[in-house]
T-cell receptor
Framework: NAGVTQTPKFQVLKTGQSMTLQCAQDMNHEYMSWYRQDPGMGLRLIHYSVGAGITDQGEVPNGYNVSRSTTEDFPLRLLSAAPSQTSVYFC????????????FGPGTRLTVT | AQKITQTQPGMFVQEKEAVTLDCTYDTSDPSYGLFWYKQPSSGEMIFLIYQGSYDQQNATEGRYSLNFQKARKSANLVISASQLGDSAMYFCAMRKAGNMLTFGGGTRLMVKP
């Protein structure tokens, strides 16, 4: 199993550009989520999904869209990039059930100039 | 609202000694779960240990143990016999609605040889 994969690893955008961060998992996990980590801080939840076709907002959803058309993929779209979205983005997945840990991807480092 | 607080921004420990990383939480839910993750300088998030609110015993995983004091709402991580490879950021997190996580601000642990 490749686990949770994210592409790209690094990205630089200009203010106002749009892009999609890709996330895929091959563990047949129901739950997937996106977090952002700003320098010196913990992760904050952007959006999450409890299954194909179902998404919901987290703590910091503004400026981001998600969709979940398949179990495997959960892309994160930045609609119009802003410098405040400069961060490291982590995708995570888990199986159903409260006690199970989330498996994190390696992260995407995004810089918006 | 759920909140996780880690009051130690940075800590030093001598190699082979034990160290305790503090975590306090606030929630009104009777059922919750607490996690600890390690983030080395390479950036990935590594799951360490989990404690459920109804678990009767403190969780242990190898050199990691969780000192769970429910009445005090604390879930401190204890690392025994510290190794140089333990130098990293450590995050305490709590399961929230949708089984996603809310994270504390982290503690940077530095192990001295």
């Amino acid at each position: 199993n490749a686990g949770v994969t994210q592409t790209p690893k690094f990205q630089v955008l200009k203010t106002g550009q749009s892009m999609t961060l890709q996330c895929a998992q091959d563990m047949n996990h129901e739950y997937m989520s996106w977090y952002r980590q700003d320098p010196g801080m913990g992760l904050r939840l952007i959006h999450y999904s409890v299954g194909a076709g179902i998404t919901d907002q987290g703590e910091v959803p503004n400026g981001y869209n998600v969709s979940r058309s398949t179990t495997e993929d959960f892309p994160l779209r930045l609609l119009s990039a802003a410098p405040s979205q400069t961060s490291v983005y982590f995708c995570a997945s888990k199986i159903g059930g409260a006690s199970y840990e989330q498996y994190f991807g390696p992260g995407t480092r995004l810089t918006v100039t | 609202a759920q909140k996780i607080t880690q009051t130690q921004p940075g800590m030093f420990v001598q190699e082979k000694e034990a160290v305790t990383l503090d975590c306090t939480y606030d929630t009104s839910d009777p059922s919750y779960g607490l996690f600890w993750y390690k983030q080395p300088s390479s950036g990935e998030m590594i799951f360490l240990i989990y404690q459920g609110s109804y678990d009767q015993q403190n969780a242990t995983e190898g050199r990691y143990s969780l000192n769970f004091q429910k009445a005090r709402k604390s879930a401190n991580l204890v690392i025994s016999a510290s190794q140089l490879g333990d130098s990293a950021m450590y995050f305490c997190a709590m399961r929230k609605a949708g089984n996603m996580l809310t994270f504390g601000g982290g503690t940077r642990l530095m192990v001295k040889p």
